[in-house]
């Protein structure tokens, strides 16, 4: 959700920008700009649209003296405040000219203090929250007569809400300024301090260098062209950034022959898989003190590091909540299942954007699991922080490296499936699932409430997951023209029972978000609390019928929709000859055990929603109105 890129050395900074907007695509945006500060002055481009139309603007407008700049930012505004429009889109310039900012996030009180500027004599251009921000700055330095990084600062404390900001002035061409709270922000660093790249992530750095500084919430940083960078606290006090290495696979940032990043990233999911498991599902013999349980010290075994420091906090947990939003909700959903059934403890799986509002009873003896594919979703973060507040443990289960939730948690877990670019979730997905199972089978080991026989046999076969989903994957074809009678509906109902009704839920998201036919998950047998009397010749219905232990029942709840009428699309476990008789065409999954069904069952309507997407000629790794990752409320 908007992005933004800064760059101050000795390199132009208009190629590193553009190059980082594109990296920064996958967040989601509708337009586009950048500020470059050369011997001309400072010079604003922006666009309605994407970057390649920003691209157009410069080329247009930009002389070759300002195309040589050495000092940029640059943003793509996901819009909040204000239509989509060149005039709403960042950067804004200060009532002086002199003062530029980009800004992810929200100004909450943007509007008492835009008043408050107009009466002493500020005019605004735009319907943002920024450019009353940039115009709060460049009033502070006039008032207190202080340096930019000063004003800043004072200004920040003025405001409320969620911010990232770079801020350069063009009377101090050797100086930008960034600041954060509650929306990332990193500042790459090169070894000998000649130059500093700035972004909302690591994707846009990574190529330059791979030491980077997470800026902590309400941190103000002054970069200084080939010096140093100072960091310091809003109430003035200077203070000291961690540099990370960070290590990033740049080739999953390119669609490596794919037609679209989620069709990669769908087809990506065996390795990434096995990515996930490697070093955590190990045949090395451990003591019983490194594996975290008592059980045998040989054979596979799960190992996992979270489970092992904080054993005693997790063995004496009262409950589980499991906070989190969206597709990560869906995973959270499967989650509860898992530690449910072999922890034995009870779970709770809460909306993070309810669960902040609610005044939940949160005890110490709780354990708060927040799942997040960036880490950096703002309503999950925020019920993280009122977790804490309560004395509760949190356990994070990320895919962004030093992303925000994984600096607040208390412990937890990377999923490891490497960058996700497509704005619908499909890899971070199965790694969540993938991490929750481990999780499940470590802690109900260490908890003595999982059976040697059922551990060993789920060990071997979440082995075996990547090789089936590979299976599962060689009927994309068939996935395709089963995907063309789906393209001209206007409605959808999914349908699954036990663990394949989040699987359900999952696959109605993913056709809404990308395809735009407004679809339903829900229970199969809730079918006839209500959605059944929308079931005609014009709506597909999907279940997901694999075998379990409820297929007979699933097998009734087609018979419902058979009798009226209905048209029904099927995942069925292979070899299934019952379901095929009965309905307009099925996609088969290997077989598996029930748990971990939905890592195989989920594949064929990625696929199906993707080729239905395509189909209708949409945007597929950038629908419209989504963000890939929600810093906002």
Known sequence: MCGIVGYIGKREAYPILVKGLHRLEYRGYDSAGCALLSDEGLKVYKAKGKVSDLEGVVAKAASPSVLKSTLGIAHTRWATHGVPSETNAHPHVSESGHITLVHNGIIENYATLREQLKRKGYHFKSETDTEVLVQLIEYTQKQKRCNLCDAVRQALNLVYGAYAIAVIDERHPEELVCARKSSPLAVGVVDDRSEFFLASDASPIAEYTKHIIYLKDEEVALISRGKEIKIYKLTGEETQGEVKEVNLDLSMLDHDGFDHFMLKEIFDQPNVLKDCMSGRIVESPYSSAQTGHDGPTSGLQVVLSAVTQHRRELLRARRIIIVSCGTSWHAGLIGKQYLEHFCRIPVDVAYASEFRYSDPVIEPDDVVMAISQSGETADTLAAIQQAKAHGAMVFGIVNGVGSSIARESHTGVYIHVGPEIGVASTKAFTGQVTVLAMIALALGMAKGTVSQEEYDETIHELLQIPDKIRTVLKQNDKIKKMAERFAEASNCLYLGRGWNFPVA??????????????????????????????????????????????????????????????????VVTEGDEQVKNMVDDIIEVPQTIGWLVPLLSVIPLQLLSYHVAVAKGLNVDQPRNLAKSVTVE
């Not at 199969?524 to 010749?537: Q, R």
């Open 505 to 570: 839920l999952e696959g109605a998201l993913k056709l809404k978000e990308i395809s735009y036919i407004h679809a339903e998950g829900y229970p199969a047998a809730e079918m006839k609390h209500g959605p059944i009397a929308l079931v005609d010749n014009q709506m597909p219905v999907v279940f997901i019928a694999t075998h379990h232990g409820l297929y007979q029942k699933i097998i009734s709840n087609m018979q419902e929709v058979i009798s009226r009428g209905g048209h029904i699309y099927a």
